[in-house]
């Protein structure tokens, strides 16, 4: 496999269009893709360095001028900074939310970052573990901090959780009252939240949306790898580019103690195990599909457990058996095992 | 199998020992015991007017007074309930929430009361999909309202999340930055917080504790399947028996509103397809586990993956191929399927 151990080479050089290509292969549903994706990963370890930072937050909050005000102080200031977005809808929708660089403009043309569009296609799992990938090759490609962006469709955020070391969630202004469509499970995995645009007029608002949640945070979050203070909720103003220096030394104090207590090596070990498992999982999924019986087989078993014709449990012992040649048990009678 | 039908005819007649003997039977690791247990399942399908009903809280916030104080209220109106409990830790400590009926010796002597201590031993899930299984039994014997009781170890409030119609949290009045170490998730899924010990003098403390939860559960829920108000923080005193009766009209009023909507049919239906897959998976799983081979494989594969020397899919796949007969791709060599 010459051509991967080339492109390896020219990953870690730093050359983009090589990380452009590389990431283009691990997003490649082609079984020999797939065989020269896994190799270059393992020819291309993760540096330890690296920040892995996700952001999600919803539609209109503010989230592309932020991460545009983000990456250019932080290139400005000498970093390499990569971004990466995970958009399950735009396999349904044909949109993208970074298809369109135009959305970043300035910091697309800054040498020191990395704007990669979603994936054009590929199921909501499939996508969260090419993304995660990509990621690596990010990292190993020099990129210190690797910013990966949700939209918030779907477990897309809880996915992301599992493959970054910080998690922000941007919010917007909004009265005491009023929903903000924050989705399940977010709250969990925020470690910082930050309430956009506390400029101009909506500044008031958005401290009181900002004391809000951080006394919501304090009720409901506890976690050991928390340290003293967070999660914390703060203002910003993406447009103005003011609040986030004070932002990102948050993030950074937050990683420089989780990395000093062991907690960042420890949270890396899990994450990579929960990927290994979900892909074993997979793995075994994918090559049962390929078997048309047993996929017949799930969809209608499924469906009488869904209407309360049969326990899940014996459903599934019914589903199962064929796989592993045992006689009988097959059908959907339920009780017809012997009497 | 004459027996199981005959276990099941006096399960669906009410009569207590046939029932506990039941809910022996689908706790047993035996393999014949698992047929017979998935046979009585099969012969006694869930009643849809069951309502089950999930409760957590931390020790010492008063659960077990609670669950005695509403148990009494609702058997003196002549109901039946069954009260089931799920603790993973009983299997380590020896210990068990519900083991010592004394904890709820009123309750246990009233006629309409069921309560069943939690099983002696089993893995987590193993442990959530029985008290599954019990539940229903119960629901076949003619309880109207099965309580899940769960102590809040691992995951089991997400898992006995999955299996009830409406989900309670009990918690203490606290000062209000005081955490009560709320778990992950919880939030997520409790459809009603009740603090107690609204008695005496800490009733001020715990009105103060209602109206923060309150003011959380309004900024972080949102969930489709949801009435206007609710997820609602309420007071009671399970020790004086005030508030219960309040909290269960709500209770009513939620599983009413669900039931109305069709959201308790879909909610149900979901949870079935749930279990049917987790089962699907865990037989896969424990055939697989017999297979020492592939045991000892991804136990060594997962600590590469962990120490970060060998990325997810790769280790998958190595994990996966010999499981289909495929040759090559063995070993931790990581890159040698070519070059």
Redesign the interface.
């Known amino acids: 496999?010459?051509d991967v151990?080339e492109l390896a080479e020219r990953v870690a050089a730093g050359e983009r269009r090589a990380l452009a290509r590389a990431i283009t292969l691990v997003e490649s549903r082609r079984a020999d893709h797939?065989?020269a994706?896994?190799?270059l990963?393992?020819?291309l370890?993760?540096p330890e360095a690296v920040l892995r930072v996700g952001l999600s937050g919803t539609p209109g909050v503010g989230k592309s001028t932020f991460v545009e005000s983000l990456g250019l102080m932080l290139t400005e200031a000498g970093e390499r900074v990569a971004v990466l977005a995970v958009d399950p809808s735009s396999a349904r929708s044909g949109g993208s939310i970074l298809g369109d660089k135009t959305r970043m403009e300035r910091l697309s043309r800054a040498p020191g970052a990395f704007i990669r569009p979603s994936p054009a296609v590929g199921r909501l799992g499939g996508v969260a573990?090419r993304t995660r990938?990509a990621a690596?090759l990010c990292a190993a490609a020099g990129y210190g901090t690797v910013l990966i962006e949700t939209v918030g469709v779907g477990q897309s955020e809880v996915e992301v959780g599992w493959m970054v070391d910080v998690f922000l969630l941007l919010l917007a202004p909004a009265g005491?009252?009023e929903?903000?469509?924050?989705?399940?499970?977010i709250?969990?995995i925020a470690d910082l939240v930050l309430v956009n645009k506390a400029d101009g007029p909506l500044a008031p608002q958005a401290q009181r949306t900002c004391a809000?949640?951080a006394?919501?945070l304090?009720?409901?979050r506890?976690?050991p790898d928390d340290p003293e203070g967070f999660p914390k909720a703060l203002t910003v103003s993406a447009l103005e580019a003011r609040g986030l220096a004070e932002a990102w030394d948050e993030v950074r104090r937050l990683v420089a103690w989780r990395r000093a207590k062991g907690w960042l090596a420890s949270r890396?070990?899990?994450q990579?195990?929960h990927?290994?498992?979900?892909?074993?999982?997979?793995?075994?999924e994918d090559?049962l599909a390929g078997d048309d019986a047993h996929a017949d087989r799930?969809t209608a078993?499924?469906a009488a457990?869904?209407?309360?014709e049969?326990?899940?449990?014996?459903?599934?012992?019914q589903?199962?058996a064929p796989?592993?040649g045992d006689a009988g048990a097959t059908g959907l009678d339920?009780?017809g095992?012997?009497?």
């Open positions: 496999m010459r151990a797939r065989a994706a896994e190799a990963l393992t020819a370890p993760v573990r990938e690596a005491g009252d929903l903000q469509g924050v989705k399940r499970g709250m969990e809000d949640y006394g919501a304090r009720l409901l506890k976690r890396r070990a899990e990579a195990r990927w290994f498992r979900e892909e074993v999982r997979q793995a075994i090559r799930l078993l499924e457990v869904a209407a309360g049969l326990p899940a449990a014996r459903a599934a012992a589903a199962v796989l592993f339920g009780g095992d012997s009497d």
